[in-house]
């Protein structure tokens, strides 16, 4: 079927990263999660940057949790210690 | 992927990570209201003739509350949950049984918790809540402030509720895909 999505690049997603969270903090997860896939950049196969996107959600999702374990842990201590924060 | 393939030593082993990407799956960890859940719990402290009643679900270090029923410190609203370690369902993580604890005071796994010195929880009835993918998220349960005995058909509603939260969970995150 023809199609006329273009096809994704290391460029294009970097891009699009940076315009979420800055262009120093894009570089450097996308940096990490290439090489903790024992992949080399630029990632230009499909396949090979379908697997850092996955990489890149669920690092999101873990980081996700452990920033609501502190919150609560902070909240926590905050509120039980006799100091406080 | 570095969280499969190269895992140092100091990270969690697998199982835990696996079971975090599922309550992540559901969006357990996130801070929002869950009116299904909260009917429910106020569903069960009614038919239990308790004061408190909770969903909870357990993070990595933590327990937050994904409902709650029940009087509680404002401090404890505002935090969401708990350290780990104080929460009557964290044995579920290894047991997957529900459990009934008549006097947590008289119970030496619990009599120090400050869930029971501080805020006087007495008494405990849960069971686990667990993915369709088999990971145990937290639990469903009802306290009570003084010493008791539940019910023999409680253990069995509270499994029938912890279900209903399941597939209410599992269709809202296939609903999101």
């Known amino acids: 079927m023809a199609s006329d999505v273009e096809r994704p690049t290391e460029a294009d997603a970097l891009a699009a990263i940076a315009e979420l969270i800055g262009p120093e903090m894009a570089a450097g997860i996308w940096d990490l999660s290439v090489r903790a896939l024992g992949l080399r950049r630029p990632v230009e196969s499909t396949a090979d940057l379908r697997r850092v996107a996955e990489h890149l959600m669920a690092t999101g999702d873990l980081v996700r949790v452990a920033g609501r374990s502190l919150k609560v842990r902070a909240i926590t201590y905050d509120a039980l210690s006799p100091t406080g924060g | ?177």
């Open chain 2, 1 to 177: 992927m570095m969280l499969l393939e190269e895992r140092p030593a100091s990270l969690r082993p697998r199982r835990d990570i696996d079971r975090l990407l599922d309550v992540a799956r559901l969006g357990l960890d996130r801070e929002q209201p869950r009116p299904f859940l909260q009917r429910v719990v106020d569903e069960v402290a009614e038919a239990l003739h308790a004061p408190i009643a909770v969903a909870d679900v357990l993070l990595d270090d933590v327990q937050v509350f994904a409902a709650l029923h029940g009087p509680a410190p404002q401090w404890l609203l505002d935090a969401g949950g708990t350290p780990i370690e104080w929460s009557f369902c964290r044995p579920f993580l290894t047991e997957r049984r529900p459990r009934i604890v008549r006097d947590l005071r008289e119970d030496p796994r619990w009599s120090d918790n400050p869930l029971v010195t501080g805020e006087g929880a007495r008494a405990y009835i849960g069971v686990p809540l667990i993915s369709r993918r088999g990971h145990v998220l937290g639990g469903l349960c009802a306290l009570d402030l003084a010493p008791r005995d539940f019910a023999g058909e409680s253990i069995g509603m509270l499994e029938r509720r912890a279900a209903e939260i399941i597939d209410n969970l599992e269709s809202e995150a296939a609903a999101e895909l």
